[in-house]
């Protein structure tokens, strides 16, 4: 199985499975200074909606997936906005989110905001079987 890792949370649940032989990890973020084998450096954006307009094309970051995927990400994280992008990208497989869902009240009103859009619109994606499964 494979795990895709996106944003900070994304990438460290990502870690935690990296000690397992049957999972490959890829690791999406744009803290990452350079991009290495399954790790993709994304250019940090000014907004959400940035990333999303601006999503990188993974093909050839992706090339090595060859079975089930595990999308991990948290919707509080701006780097969230290329989420549907990678899930259209990886969309010949069979796909399951996880989704690291933040306590809204600690967030800010622009990032519940944003957390919320992204949740809503990942059930909608699901009620529509575009992906298999979504871990809340």
Do not use: W
């Amino acid at each position: 199985m494979n795990i895709i890792g996106l944003g900070k949370a994304g990438c460290n649940i990502a870690d935690a499975f990296a000690k397992y032989p049957q999972y490959s990890i890829f690791k999406i973020d744009d803290d990452f200074k350079s991009s290495e084998e399954r790790i993709y450096a994304i250019a940090k954006r000014g907004s959400h909606e940035e990333y999303e307009e601006k999503c990188p094309n993974f093909e050839e970051f992706f090339k090595a997936i060859d079975e089930d995927v595990l999308l991990v990400f948290s919707g509080a994280s701006t780097v969230s906005g290329c989420a549907l992008g990678l899930l259209e990208q990886i969309s010949g497989h069979s796909v399951s989110i996880l989704y690291v869902r933040p306590d809204v009240s600690l967030l800010s009103e622009t990032k519940a905001t944003q957390e919320k859009i992204v949740y809503n619109i990942l059930q909608e994606y699901a009620r529509s079987a575009v992906f298999e499964r979504m871990y809340i």
